[in-house]
């Protein structure tokens, strides 16, 4: 893959009210104009977006003794209060995150601060803790799960602590194949350090141009080559932490019994815990030949068959997906195709990735036995064409759904797993629990599903849902949000594949892990943080005891 330099400008993560970059936002194609209509009937008319300028925020909680000790901690410039870099920071890229920022008035962080070393950042920590100031860790700002909301918790003030001045990579073994990297390194700047070296990572979330190496960690990412290179946290070989109370260094050899292993406590943590600052990865030599091929199934069943058979044989695709009739039917997965009709039925991507002398061998042994399966479940090639049309859009989605959001329609995802058996009970259940969401406050809704990542023993769903909202739409998604959530844990689905659990997702996280897991990571955060400072209500929830929170998604201002 050729790395694009697109990695965010350092004191604008992302355009404050959309995803990514102004430049790459497009207004809704006029086919998407004339399809809507068919699906969902008349739409709203959306509320304008209000300036950056005209937003209002709650005046700063922090004192000129806590700014003053933020900036020797960090430097001077390193501390910034102004309602840009406040508003810019203020929560991740979620339809609703995106639906609040349309509103005047906003809640945000008391200021940014920008640590530039490990040692910084536990020195914020320490001063954090003793002044009650709670912390939200902040990378690339694409939290879709409310991970980055600006949450106090009991505390009198929150910082955004900024970790894109910890960038670069920072060793490198190509001998044992493995790199170190700075926890703010975006995914672009990593993929560009690595291949000054002939290695890449190959870990390619939607959120790519964005995110970086700590939210990936944090976050228990799952990048889009996952068929062919694992989830994110199955590369992680080795974590460098700051907490509250102390540091981690983890991560000695490629296999070890000395106990539990302490690295995993910290992917998925989302900041509750403390600072990943640095991450060690298994890496490989950068793919030297690459061959797609569309695939077309006479059902999603059928298809589903086919990817079970794939992942069970193992040596399949670098990447491989799958998307259901009505995602199919309007391509909403490809950017700039929805409303072409593939074909009737269910479609997939393959993508096959080789380096070295024998890429070319390999490959096509790999194909030749991935196409057997396929052609057996009742797939038929569909050529090149579509599989390389979406590598080439294959982080453009969230723009689309901004330019739909502009259109008055309502657009959001959400993802959970299953086990190959219970598959088609949980996607019914989350397709059941969304139309009859809709449908009691009198909106049409159309659903869309994939596969995107698969196992020898089972699979994600991705769905997208557009509505026809006509009240208030943050208001009347909640309430189906979370019978969607119900549904996914009555139906034996995770709450999170990839996603994670932020604040959206922690009220049901306990019946998924249950009383005794909940008591574990509530053990783990006290010994860590016991001051509570840390991403307060995310993933675990409100700690037992602590003050109710003094914050709102949408907040007043204090004047």
Sequence with gaps: ??????????????????????????????????????????????????????????????????????????????????????????????????????????????????????????????????????????????SVVGALDPERGAHRAVIALDLRRLTGLLRFDPLSGEAVLAAGTTGPDAEAALAAHGFELGHYPQSFRYATIGGFAAARSSGQNSAGYGRFDTMVTGIRVATPTG??????????????????????????????????????????????????????????????????????????????????????????????????????????????????????????????????????????????????????GPYLRDALLDAGVFCETLETASTWANLPKLRDAVEAALKDGFARIGSKSYIMCHISHIYPTGASLYFTVLASVREDPLAAWAPIKAGVNDAILEASGTISHHHAVGRD?????????????IRILRAIKRELDPAAIMNPGAVIGADAGAAPSTTSRTEEPLQ
């Excluded at 404050?16 to 104009?33: C, F, I, Q, S, T």
């Excluded at 070890?256 to 990865?281: H, K, N, Q, Y």
């Design 1 to 142: 893959m050729s790395v694009e330099s697109v990695g965010p400008h350092e004191d604008q993560p992302m355009r404050w009210n959309g995803w990514g970059d102004p430049e790459r936002a497009k207004p809704l194609p006029r086919a998407v104009h004339a399809l809507l209509p068919l699906l969902l009937g008349r739409v709203r008319k959306p509320e304008a977006s209000v300036e950056l300028e005209s937003v209002n925020l709650a005046p700063i909680a922090l004192s000129a003794e806590d700014l003053g000790a933020l900036r020797e901690a960090v430097g001077e410039a390193s501390v910034d209060t102004s309602q840009a870099a406040r508003i810019y920071h203020a929560g991740g890229r979620s339809t609703p995150d995106l639906l609040r920022r349309r509103a005047q008035n906003q809640a945000a962080p008391d200021a940014v601060v920008r640590p530039g070393s490990h040692d910084e950042v536990r020195a914020c920590l320490a001063l954090a803790a003793a002044h009650g100031i709670a912390v939200i860790p902040f990378g690339g700002g694409s």
């Design 505 to 517: 997702h922690a009220p049901w996280l306990r019946e998924e892990v249950g009383e005794t897991g």
């Design 247 to 396: 540091d981690l260094e983890l991560g000695r050899s490629p296999g070890s019994a000395a106990g539990p292993d302490l690295i995993r406590v910290f992917l998925g943590s989302e900041g509750i815990f403390g600072v990943i600052t640095e991450v060690t990865l298994r890496v490989h030599p950068v793919p030297t030949e690459r061959v797609f091929e569309a695939w077309t199934f006479p059902s999603f069943a059928a298809g589903s068959e086919g990817l079970r058979q794939v992942a069970q044989a193992g040596s399949g695709p670098t990447v491989i997906r799958l998307s259901d009739e009505a995602e199919t039917a309007v391509s909403l997965a490809q950017l700039g195709k929805i409303g072409k009709i593939l074909a009737k039925g269910a479609s997939a991507v393959t993508v096959y990735e080789g380096a070295g002398a024998n890429a070319s061998t390999e490959i096509a042994e790999r194909r030749a036995r991935t196409s057997a399966l396929l052609r057996a479940a009742g797939g038929v090639s569909a050529g090149e064409g579509d599989a390389a049309d979406w590598m080439q859009s294959r982080f453009d």
